[in-house]
Nanobody, 125 residues
């Protein structure tokens, strides 16, 4: 079993930055692909970024490329999402997610087995 707790959300002006953190408890963090997803009001949850076990491979949705950076610290069992040059359209609840042990990278929401409770990010114009 894995528990995920996000933090770092808040209200920021357009052009500003936030860093989200996701602390994981449970087993095998270092062998799990970790992802960030988001859900804007009235929209379906969407993929934002993932990072592989060792942190050497990442992938992003096109709308955040060059602005967001996902990273992880396997000694601290934590994954991060650094968000720069924020835009009002980035406003959403952001969720951290974990795949099962030793599974491959994925952008599909259905492939993630564990989810955090979400943290609100609001970007004002």
């Amino acid at each position: 079993q894995v528990q995920l707790v996000e933090s770092g959300g808040g209200l920021v002006q357009a052009g500003g930055s936030l860093r989200l953190s996701c602390a994981a408890s449970g087993r095998s963090f270092g062998r799990r692909v970790m992802g960030w997803f988001r859900q804007a009001p009235g929209k379906e949850r969407e993929f934002v970024a993932y990072i592989n076990w060792a942190g050497g491979l990442t992938s992003y949705t096109d709308s955040v490329k060059g602005r967001f950076t996902i990273s992880r610290d396997n000694l601290k069992n934590t994954v991060y999402l650094q968000m720069n040059s924020l835009k009002p359209e980035d406003t959403a609840v952001y969720y951290c997610a974990a795949r099962g042990d030793l599974l491959s990278n994925s952008k599909r929401e259905a492939d993630y087995d564990y989810w955090g409770q979400g943290t609100q990010v609001t970007v004002s114009s």
